[in-house]
């Protein structure tokens, strides 16, 4: 690595730290701008009571002390405040039980992605216009077509309700089978679609080309030579996916009632719960900020070719 | 008169005017094809970029005139009439279903218009709301993308056209909006707006277009016009440079003939395309927020809101999940494959 590449390396680093700022900044901006108070709808409360609450929280402090404190709590704490509708438990502890079972789908539902996709992908390559080709491609043309949550719902319809094969419950045993599969099946028509476009043009490349004339096996080509450099352009959709995942989980979990941090994040939209949607917002807009970050810095470090702006 | 070789004698057959058998070669045969016409010609051969169109038009059309003629209203709970308790017969008919008084009416030989999917669990025909569903998705996709097509332009080419600080300036706000996480984003605005908008638009006439929609608006002005803008930049960028441009104003042509003539002809492609292709990423995020319940507000339907509502009679009544699924589905690749058919048509520069 030269000292060009470490400064991009630093210079996305900083980009990075900067728009989780803007994103944890506009999240409390735009939150506190919302009128009346998180407790005015609460039934039964005088004003003496919501007085005291708001006391309580911080709430009647200028906004930029309160945006001061939320931000050193932050960095300093990890501490995204207290839920206000779950009583008594913080946001980053709720957010950590939920993260469990969402990594485990979102990462399960990656990997998944990535090997069929890829498979996928090179077959209908390799086997170009052929007929296989078209069904792969006609069915990956269906499926990023459709949105995440129409095909979990026909999922759900199809293999808990009609066939009874998977239960509709996400939390009982077997049931991330199909929020995994929902989850998988969007990225991996993607990248099927990304790897047979970038293996025809690695095919037509003149090493491909040489190689073949001076007799390496069909085999060795197309593993050494055609899909390694093929894989180079999916692996930028490595960030995207992430953030897919991250947004498609939310109706995901949803729909198969799976207790993780995106069935939390949209009922904390419905119960006005602000800690909860800022802190998640933030913490999953980090996520996806970190990760596009490490897809850039892979990208550059796997393919010294690449020119950097 | 002996030409000399080698010399520089002019040679004056050259210069005898031309017979009327050779004029007739330059004579043309057919009007010169135009850009547009290329393109055109170029779309309609391409068969599934040619079907795409019509099924569009179709769906499009169908999603206007039907609500005119059709007997039923989306809003029109058809068990409820003024004066009389509420006939719940009327609540989740299954297709070619009728409610008790229709029934009767059907009995004493009137006839009566079928609900083609039943009614749902508010006895409202469901055929009607579906169409409707697909007004309000399409309607929210094209001035979705209408929006982001004049804001990213107008920000795009003040970019390209002035560079320097300017252009820095922009580029660097469009590098920080474009790595947002933009769903989440979404999600956050369509929240804070849906709350703030609320009572602000009230009794105004946007009221009837409901705060949600207006909010999505909001956020598609504010977040998608990035990759637009990025686009146009580029072009106008790498246009400027071109050696007809060049020629053109060594030729003494002023700012406004350049700009007129080969710059917006050489970008409109490129723009319509794109906006053309961001039609149905708009159809995606209003589905997936009405989906969350952050989408249009009730009784309005959407094809997103319909979705979400039939899960909660799914075992019962999977088909009022089907139809706006595939609905929804039929749209989306069909606007995705005539996206990609134009682009083949009118930027013969990809092709390749």
Redesign the interface.
């Known amino acids: 690595m030269n000292t060009k590449t470490l400064l991009y390396i630093v210079k996305r680093i900083l980009?990075?730290i900067?728009?989780v700022w803007?994103?944890i900044t506009?999240?409390f901006f735009?939150?506190h701008?919302?009128?009346g108070g998180p407790f005015v709808g609460e039934k039964a409360t005088t004003p003496a009571v919501q007085a005291a609450m708001e006391a309580k929280y911080g709430l009647d402090k200028p906004l930029l002390e309160q945006y001061g404190t939320y931000l050193k709590d932050i960095v300093t704490k990890f501490d995204f405040g207290p839920s206000l509708k779950q009583r008594g438990r913080m946001v980053v502890d709720i957010i950590m039980d939920g993260m469990k079972t969402s990594l485990k789908l979102g990462l399960i539902a990656a990997v998944i992605a990535a090997l069929i996709g890829i498979v996928l992908g090179a077959v209908a390559a390799l086997r170009r216009n052929k007929f296989i080709d078209r069904v792969i491609m006609v069915i990956t043309?269906?499926f990023?077509?459709?949105?995440?949550?129409?095909i979990g719902?026909?999922l759900?319809?199809c293999f808990s309700?009609?066939l009874h094969w998977f239960p509709a419950n996400g939390a009982a045993s077997g049931g991330l089978v199909l929020p995994i599969i929902t989850l998988a099946l969007y990225p991996m028509a993607y990248i099927t679609r990304l790897t047979r476009s970038s293996m025809l043009d690695v095919l037509g490349q003149d090493y491909i080309r040489t190689a073949r004339a001076k007799g390496v096996s069909g085999t060795k080509v197309i593993f050494g030579h055609a899909l390694k450099n093929s894989l180079i352009p999916v692996l930028t959709y490595f960030g995207p996916m992430l953030?897919y995942i991250?947004?498609g989980s939310?109706?995901v979990e949803?729909?198969f009632a799976v207790p993780g941090i995106g069935r939390q994040f949209?009922s904390s939209?419905?119960n006005?719960d602000y800690p909860m949607?800022m802190g998640t917002?933030i913490i999953?807009?980090a996520l996806?900020?970190v990760m596009?970050l490490v897809t850039d810095i892979l990208y550059k470090v796997v393919d010294p070719r690449i020119t950097l702006e | 008169m002996q030409k000399k070789k080698f010399t520089f004698h002019v040679d004056l057959d050259s210069f005898i005017p031309a017979s009327d058998a050779e004029k007739e070669y330059l004579v043309q045969m057919r009007p010169s094809s135009t850009f547009f016409k290329d393109g055109v010609k170029r779309l309609y051969k391409n068969k599934v970029a040619f079907v795409s169109f019509i099924i569009i038009v179709l769906i499009t059309l169908s999603s206007i005139i039907l609500p005119m003629i059709w007997p039923y209203s989306y809003e029109d709970q058809l068990g409820v009439r003024p004066g009389k308790p509420v006939d719940s017969s009327y609540n989740n008919l299954k297709p070619f279903e009728y409610g008790k008084t229709e029934e009767a009416m059907i009995e004493a030989g009137e006839s009566v218009f079928p609900h083609v999917f039943g009614t749902d669990a508010s006895g409202r025909d469901y055929f009607i709301r579906v169409i409707y569903g697909t007004r309000i998705s399409l309607a929210v996709g094209f001035f979705a993308s209408i929006i982001v097509l004049l804001i990213g332009t107008v920000i795009g080419s003040i970019s390209g056209y002035f560079g320097g600080k300017v252009d820095l300036i922009i580029m660097r706000i469009v590098?920080?909006i474009y790595?947002?996480?933009?769903?989440?984003?979404v999600?956050?605005?369509s929240?804070?707006l849906k709350?703030?908008l609320a009572?602000a638009i009230e009794g105004t006439p946007l009221a009837s277009i409901g705060s949600n929609i207006i909010s999505l608006f909001i956020v598609f002005a504010l977040l998608y016009w990035v990759s637009m803008s990025r686009l146009i930049r580029g072009q106008i960028l790498s246009l400027r440079e071109q050696e007809y441009v060049l020629s053109a104003r060594a030729t003494g042509a002023k700012g406004s003939w350049i700009i007129r003539k080969h710059l917006i002809p050489n970008c409109i492609s490129v723009v319509i395309i794109s906006a053309a292709l961001q039609i149905?990423s708009a159809i995606?995020t209003e589905?997936?927020l009405s989906?969350?319940?952050?989408g249009v507000n009730a009784p309005m339907p959407s094809l997103?809101s319909l979705?979400?509502q039939?899960?909660n009679g799914?075992?019962s009544y999977?088909y009022r999940?089907?139809i706006p699924?595939i609905m929804?589905?039929l749209i989306?690749?069909s606007l995705?494959?005539f996206g990609d058919g134009l682009r083949d048509a009118f930027d013969p520069k990809l092709n390749g």
């Open positions: 980009l990075a900067f728009t803007v994103v506009v999240t735009v939150m701008a919302v009128p043309t269906a990023v077509s459709m949105p995440s949550f129409i719902s026909l759900l319809l309700l009609l953030a991250v947004t939310l109706v949803q729909i949209v939209i419905t006005r949607i917002t999953l807009a996806i900020v596009n | 590098d920080i790595s947002l996480p933009d769903m989440l984003m999600i956050l605005l929240t804070v709350m703030t009572p149905p995606f589905s997936y989906f969350l319940g952050l997103g979705a979400s039939a899960l799914l075992a999977p999940l089907v699924a929804i589905s989306v690749l995705n494959l």
